[in-house]
């Protein structure tokens, strides 16, 4: 990509869109196209194909997606399957119909099975059964992976399928039902050492407008849902959407072998090391600075064992994390505290 290259950024508002933008603009490049939901509903396909009518974009980050923690997926299935289905096709074919020059299309490490051997890495696709959980987002973001693929393959697109492990940062969804596990437990340790009574909304989820300040109580233990048990492996949204940046700008020789016809131009991105959520959450009370007790809820579901990526593809084409995971969840509750995100 050329600084004046011009370069649509699909779901510039989410976690990983916002950090992509945040990336761009710092790097130079000011040929960015950006539209909010109210401007283009990308749902719609007659809408889309005329934005890229009339925009004609060079290169394309599909960052736009219906996202959302292990409640939200298993809560909400129709939502995640039709909603990414039909925002990664229109923008895929509407991308081809109009010529450009890249494409890179963002999912998750959910695509791989859910026994899958660990560290899962590009190959194990479609092996073997999925988690239940977020099957349908699942096989959405596979459909998405298998129009690169085709695309490629038939008419010579250069489109990568980018696989980020389980992400946070900056601009992340914090509602304690809907949300991931990272920013869940930012907030509900939070709020645990601010007095704030919110540990029942973390089961409902109504979470805003609990605020009542307890401090002369003694701290309610922070619930964490599941067994504890379950490894997941996290990535600072600012190492991903510079993983991003780096491939979409790969030199011929290296980008040309990602997307040549009859290989399924994924590439996993990811920190190389998981950790359980137990561990994870007492990393988190700890940054956090607080002092009380936790207990498990395991009426809650756990979801995938274990997923760790293998790393390998992208660390052959020369770019690995820098974000340590400590470090990340400093930065993400210091930007939360700043925002006035609780
Ligand atoms: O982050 P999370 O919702 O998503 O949950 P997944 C990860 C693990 O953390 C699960 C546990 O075992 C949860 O039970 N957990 C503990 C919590 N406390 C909490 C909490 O307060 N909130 C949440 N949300 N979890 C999603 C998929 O899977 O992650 C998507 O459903 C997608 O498809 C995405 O792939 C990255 O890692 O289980």
């Given at each position: 990509?050329?600084?004046d ?19 761009l ?96 890495n590009?190959?194990?696709l479609?092996?073997?059964t ?29 489109y ?13 969804n ?45 701290s309610q ?12 492996e ?86 690995s994390?820098?974000i ?14 700043e925002?006035?995100i609780?």
């Amino acid at each position: 990509m050329e600084r004046d290259s011009l370069i649509f950024l699909a779901g510039h508002k989410g976690l990983v869109g916002s950090a992509l933008l945040r990336q761009l603009k710092a790097k130079g490049y000011g040929n960015l196209i950006v539209r909010s939901h109210a401007e283009l509903d990308l749902e719609r396909q007659s809408e889309v194909e005329s934005f890229f009518d009339k925009e004609r974009p060079e290169y394309v980050f599909l960052a736009a997606a219906k996202v959302g923690g292990i409640w939200a997926n298993n809560t909400y299935p129709a939502e995640f399957i039709y909603k990414n289905l039909a925002i990664q096709t229109n923008v895929i074919h509407a991308a081809w119909k109009t010529g450009i020059k890249r494409l890179a299309f963002l999912g998750s490490s959910c695509i791989y099975p859910r026994e899958c051997p660990q560290p899962m890495n590009e190959e194990h696709l479609l092996s073997g059964t999925l988690e239940a959980t977020n099957e349908p987002y699942a096989v959405a973001k596979i459909a998405g992976v298998k129009m690169c693929e085709s695309y490629n393959r038939q008419y010579g697109a250069n489109y990568v399928a980018l696989m980020p492990t389980n992400l946070y940062g900056p601009n992340d969804n914090f509602d304690l039902e809907t949300s991931h596990v990272l920013p869940a437990l930012i907030r509900k340790f939070h709020e645990a050492k601010q007095g704030v009574s919110s540990q029942q909304s973390a089961v409902s989820g109504r979470t805003a407008h609990l605020s009542t300040l307890a401090t002369d109580q003694p701290s309610q233990p922070v619930v964490i849902w599941g067994t504890g048990e379950p490894r997941r492996e996290f990535l600072h949204v600012d190492d991903l959407a510079d993983a991003c940046i780096f491939i979409m700008n790969l030199d011929e020789e290296d980008f040309r072998p990602l997307v040549s016809a009859y290989r399924t131009p994924l590439i996993n991105i990811g920190w190389g090391k998981d950790i359980s959520i137990k561990e994870l959450a007492l990393i988190v009370k700890e940054v956090i600075g607080f002092e009380g007790e936790m207990t498990f809820d395991t009426t809650k579901p756990d979801g995938t064992p274990r997923k760790l990526l293998d790393i390998n593809r992208i660390n052959r084409v020369g770019w690995s994390a820098k974000i340590s995971l400590r470090e990340g969840i400093k930065l993400t509750y210091k930007w939360c505290l700043e925002n006035s995100i609780f």
